[in-house]
């Protein structure tokens, strides 16, 4: 397996602390959120490869990074040739890059680089080993604002998809879909044929919007959290939360 990490936004919404820092290089309790992401797939045996995916005004930023520790697992820094908002290729525009540059033939693990969560991926790595099916990272979510802001899905008693869409209006459940996919090698040339047919290629939920009526996609329920940084508050409270998370795990 080939684990993608996506770091080619240009986090607007965090301005100024994103002007001339990557948001997945931010700091939660003195470590950044990269590196947070990283410990959890050295546990996964199976991945051979770490590939992160940046835009060309954050790519050295990256490549220093990469560069400043060794990992058990080799990391590949990759520049999508981006200088801006207005012409970034979008999430899935950067997996089909990535799936090129790299020529990838092989299961894929996508995870969005700006979330901090707490469940285990390793656990969710095997449900997926385990089964003849693609995956996405679920959470059942109460709030019938916030879960606006995902994907959310309508799923049968298998967990199997049976209606998704990205952030609609009136949610149809409660099950939000979170950043971290887990892909069929067989899955991995459709990145190309949904594109190739004029699909958004912004936010990765569009894809598995259309992937769940071209074959079955399964849904991971999650037994943790997951947060996004999406502005300067959430930062904050996503820090403290993790400097607590910390200190009690120190305790132990």
Known sequence: ?????????????????????????????????????????????DVTEIIVVSNDAFYNNFAS???????????????????????????????????????I??????????????????????KFKNSDYDYVCAKVVKDK????????????????????????????????IFATYMYKKQTVPLFKTYLDDGNNKDAPGYFVQWLYKEKEVRTYIMDGECYDIGTPE????????VTELNKKKNKK
Request: proline share 5%; with cysteine.
């Open 1 to 45: 397996m080939k684990a993608i990490i996506l770091v080619a936004g240009y986090a607007t919404r965090l301005y100024p602390l994103t002007k001339n820092k990557p948001k997945a290089l931010l700091e939660l309790d003195n470590k950044p959120i990269m590196n947070y992401i990283v410990d959890e797939i050295n546990k996964i045996s």
């Open 65 to 103: 990074w990469q560069k400043s520790f060794e990992n058990p697992i080799p990391i590949k820094v990759i520049n999508d040739g981006t200088k801006s908002v207005e012409t970034r290729l979008g999430a899935i525009g950067d997996i089909q890059f990535t799936i090129e540059t790299c020529n």
């Open 105 to 126: 033939d092989d299961d894929i693990m996508v995870i969005a680089g700006d979330n901090y969560f707490t469940f285990e991926l390793k656990d969710y790595y095997e």
């Open 145 to 176: 604002e916030e879960i606006k802001n995902y994907a959310v899905a309508v799923i049968d008693n298998d967990h199997r998809i049976v209606d998704l869409e990205e952030k609609p209006s009136n949610p149809k459940s409660d099950i939000a």
């Open 234 to 241: 959430a930062y904050k409270e996503v820090n403290e939360i």
